[in-house]
């Protein structure tokens, strides 16, 4: 843990969510909150209904009940770019970066986002053409920064798909970090890493969170790792919520024990 924690007040509220496909109940009647600058753990077993969750907190399913308060806005309704627009960034269980395209490029193209002129308008060389140039070059610095940030300027140029998964892991990051997001959400971004990579990926976690003060959403399923840089955890198995609390807390929880820290460990 990184020093002195600066933990504030609550920025999302999930409220008595509740998501169904077809007769599978993924999750009945979730409830938590996550406080400003906080890392805040999702665990549970697979299937849990963790990548559900997420998928609900940026939009990509709508929750048949309950809601889901950002900074006050309600966003049970919206979809994933209006709530990437609230400032919600995140990296997916499984990469979603374009293999065949270079590192650079696939942590520009998170800045999407955040570009205001458009390719129309360049390729028109209007009046707004110097603009829209201008904008590039700042979108490119800022990328620059998170690659040196993240230490892969060795392969900026590389296309993603030849790295080691554990640096494509980081690229996608880079790519959630290049929306500058006030929350960021990783879906088990350490999943597959060996040991060192692993630590690595906490140090870059850590150094978002003090650096930039996002706050950080993760799913993680190295209980080591949730144990070492997060604040608070929220325990899911098939799909209710079965703990909440400390790391230290809810280690010590007998159901937690029994319903996932029994099974693998
Ligand atoms: N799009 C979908 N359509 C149908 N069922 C789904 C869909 N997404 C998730 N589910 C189901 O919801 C339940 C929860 O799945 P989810 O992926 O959220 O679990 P998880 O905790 O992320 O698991 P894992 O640790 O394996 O990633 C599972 O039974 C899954 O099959
Ligand atoms: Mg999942």
């Known amino acids: 843990m990184s ?21 599978v109940k993924a999750l009945t009647d979730i409830s938590f909150d996550v406080r400003e600058h906080e890392v805040r753990a999702i665990i549970g077993p697979n299937g849990a209904g963790k990548s559900s969750m997420l998928n609900c907190i940026n939009g990509v399913y709508a929750p048949q009940e309950g809601q889901i308060h950002f900074r006050g806005q309600a966003f049970s309704a919206m979809n994933s770019r209006q709530v990437a627009e609230l400032g919600v960034a995140r990296t997916f269980q499984n990469l979603a970066l374009f293999k065949g395209m270079s590192v650079l490029d696939n942590i520009m193209s998170g800045r999407n986002l955040r570009m205001h002129t458009n390719l129309f308008q360049q390729a028109l060389r209007n009046p707004w053409f110097g603009a829209a140039e201008r904008e590039e070059t700042e979108h490119r610095e800022f990328v620059e920064k998170i690659i040196d940030f993240l230490e ?17 892991k980081r690229v996608d990051l880079g790519r959630a970090l290049a929306m500058e997001p006030q929350m960021l959400l990783l879906d088990e971004p350490m999943a597959g890493m060996n040991v060192e990579e692993k630590q690595d990926m906490s140090r870059f976690i850590l150094d978002v969170n003090d650096e930039y003060g996002t706050t950080i959403i993760l799913i993680e399923h190295d209980m080591g790792v949730v144990m070492d840089i997060s604040d608070r955890v ?3 198995d098939y799909g209710k919520k079965i703990g909440d609390g400390t790391p230290q807390e809810v280690r010590s929880s007998p159901e937690v024990i029994s319903a996932y820290l029994g099974a693998s460990h």
């Open 152 to 168: 892969i300027q060795a392969w900026r140029k590389t296309p993603v798909g030849r790295l080691p998964y554990g640096l494509q």
């Open 3 to 23: 020093g002195e924690r600066r933990i504030g007040e609550v920025v999302l509220e999930v409220r008595n969510i509740s998501l169904r496909f077809g007769g």
């Open 234 to 236: 929220v325990v899911l």
